[in-house]
């Protein structure tokens, strides 16, 4: 997938009723075809993470976590994980094909 392309789309949601990301990519000898949303705000609300530096990062603010399914499973696909620098890091398990963890090739 292209990158420029994922972080705008990104970033429109994160300002945008247009809540939803679709994102198709293969890995695996498979294509993956994802429908994502942000999760639920409130599970992150007034979290604070302390960095190395002694920094605190308030997660509301600056990440946006996505869940969703495979557009082939609707029903038996999850999917979650965040896009950072317009490349998506995070898990999609799948009753037919198990459990995948995905982060950007280098």
């Not at 949601?13 to 498979?30: E, P, T």
């Not at 990440?63 to 999609?92: H, K, M, R, V």
């Amino acid at each position: 997938y292209n990158r420029n392309s994922l972080n705008e789309r990104h970033a429109r949601v994160r300002r945008s009723l247009d809540n939803q990301i679709n994102l198709n990519f293969f890995s695996n000898g498979r294509e993956f075809k994802l429908r994502l949303r942000p999760a639920d705000r409130h599970s992150f609300a007034n979290k604070l993470v302390e960095v190395e530096d002694k920094n605190k990062l308030d997660l509301d603010k600056i990440i946006t976590f996505y869940e969703g399914y495979l557009l082939d499973e609707p029903d038996s696909s999850f999917a979650s994980g965040s896009i950072i620098d317009g490349a998506f890091y995070g898990t999609i398990s799948s009753k037919k094909n198990g459990k995948f963890f995905i982060e950007p090739s280098r």
